[in-house]
């Protein structure tokens, strides 16, 4: 595969510059901790490295130094629809060049060979109770595959460090093109009666995702557009970091994909955007048929907060503006459903949160992130079991996650063990008491 090929350069490139900054700059200061940090979630500290993605507080995410648009630009077209093929991103994002129309095709070729889930795996998923969450039962099936990692089994036989990311890049290959076809089957098992859709030999991962789906086109290119949106948010989201976390210990590619799509499924992380859903779906329940106001929605919004509660898909740890993950799908929304109501109830929200969530005065950032659009697009295009949307979100991930565990074997970055401090150190280090405790 020329990708294979390509990357292998690339790595071979780029580990003196790590090894030069490790060897010959190793003490230079980066950062600083405060208490405040310390106690807060490491937020702002500065400890990672990666090169696939990064994420300025207000310009939003860059895609191996491109901007949303702009990397929607560069990249291929699938003939006759408005977005890139996925596995040609997938390609930009493990190398950083923007793949030819062929290069792109030689992966979905390699894609469509590698996409079949194994008999195994649905018969894990179907032995789960009825009411099993579609995260947990992705989850599941991510990780019941981990006997097929090419990296655990060379592992086992004895391999260099230099070697490590070749297995490990196999791996990756293997779960990529899978995830789509397990997530299509969790939806039908669950919620279309159990009866499934075959593969289609002659599509992409997109195209294929949404008619595995059931789903017509343009679903193809929301699917397009929403795998490469969710792909990467730099390094200190929680799904990135748990699994490089996990991958630090060596441990395989299923293991720590497993593991990051567990904390994709926290409601302060990827669930936000099915909980965006329901807290619209019960304010229009109270409004019982009454036109959603902004006065309404301001009110609906102030008891959310009044109860203790957040305002799901606002606010982030890092950005201090409305997420450009947001304002593509809010560009979608306004070129294709622009009188959707639910769309509209959405851009009520929008023009309404930020100003109640300032007044409180509580978050950093009053904007969307990426969570508050997203549900609408898939309820206009028949996926309304919201369960569902945070598996949509994990497939997205996956692009990222697993490039940056990639290039963390090619890179030997090492098993990650940050130190923790006790509150009587910290007392301490404030000037609260003295080392005998008083
Ligand atoms: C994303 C999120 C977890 C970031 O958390 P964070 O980095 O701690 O955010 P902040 O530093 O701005 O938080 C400061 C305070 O504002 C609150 N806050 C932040 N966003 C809020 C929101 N959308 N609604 C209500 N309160 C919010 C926090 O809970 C925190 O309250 P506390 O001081 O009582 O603990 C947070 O904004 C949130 O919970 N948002 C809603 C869930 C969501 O959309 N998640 C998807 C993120 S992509």
Request: contains cysteine; proline residues 6%.
């Amino acid at each position: 595969m020329k990708l294979k090929k390509t990357l292998e350069k690339k790595i071979n490139e780029h580990r003196p510059r790590t090894t030069r900054l490790l060897k010959e700059h190793g003490d230079v200061k980066i950062s600083e901790v405060t208490i405040a940090q310390a106690i807060g979630g490491a937020r702002g500290v500065r400890c990672l490295v990666t090169d696939v993605s990064y994420l300025d507080p207000f310009e939003g995410i860059r895609f191996r130094g491109k901007t949303i648009p702009e990397t929607f630009e560069a990249l291929p077209k699938v003939p006759g629809r408005e977005y890139p093929y996925v596995e040609g991103f997938f390609y930009y994002l493990m190398t950083g060049d923007v793949p030819t129309k062929e290069e792109t095709l030689e992966v979905v070729e390699e894609f469509k060979k590698r996409r079949q889930l194994p008999q195994y795996v649905i018969d894990v998923l179907r032995a789960a109770p009825t009411d099993t969450h579609p995260m947990t039962l992705f989850s599941q099936g991510i990780l019941a595959m981990q006997r097929e990692s090419e990296f655990a089994r060379r592992y086992a036989e004895g391999m260099s460090r230099e070697e490590m990311w070749e297995p490990m890049f196999e791996d990756v290959c293997n779960i990529m093109p899978k995830l789509p076809v397990l997530a299509a089957y969790i939806y039908r098992m669950k919620y279309k009666a159990d009866v499934h859709i075959p593969a289609d030999p002659d599509q992409d991962m997109g195209g294929n995702f949404a008619h595995m789906m059931g789903i017509d086109p343009p679903y193809d290119d929301v699917a397009r557009m929403y795998f490469i949106l969710h792909s990467d948010h730099e390094s200190g989201n929680v799904s990135a970091h748990t699994t490089h976390l996990v991958a630090s210990a060596l441990s395989d590619a299923y293991y720590a994909l497993s593991a990051g799509i567990n904390g994709l499924a926290g409601p302060l992380h990827g669930l936000a955007n099915q909980e965006v859903l329901r807290w619209v779906m019960q304010f229009e329940q109270k409004l019982g048929g009454a036109e959603p106001t902004e006065e309404r929605v301001r009110e609906a919004l102030w008891d959310t907060l009044n109860s203790g509660q957040v305002i799901p898909g606002y606010g982030h740890a890092v950005l201090r503006k409305t997420d450009p993950r947001y304002t593509a799908q809010r560009e979608f929304c306004l070129k294709h459903l622009p009188d959707f109501p639910l769309f509209k109830v959405i851009s009520t929200i929008y023009k309404v949160a930020p100003d109640v969530l300032k007044e409180q005065g509580k978050a950093k950032n009053p904007w969307p992130n990426v969570d508050a659009q997203s549900g609408v697009v898939q309820w206009y295009y028949g996926l309304t079991e919201w369960d569902f949307y945070t598996v949509l979100f994990g497939i997205g991930r996956a692009l990222g996650v697993l490039t940056n565990i990639v290039w963390d074997r090619a890179l030997a970055y090492p098993i990650e063990r940050p130190k923790s401090v006790t509150t009587d150190m910290l007392e301490e280090a404030a000037g609260l008491k003295d080392s005998s405790g008083s």
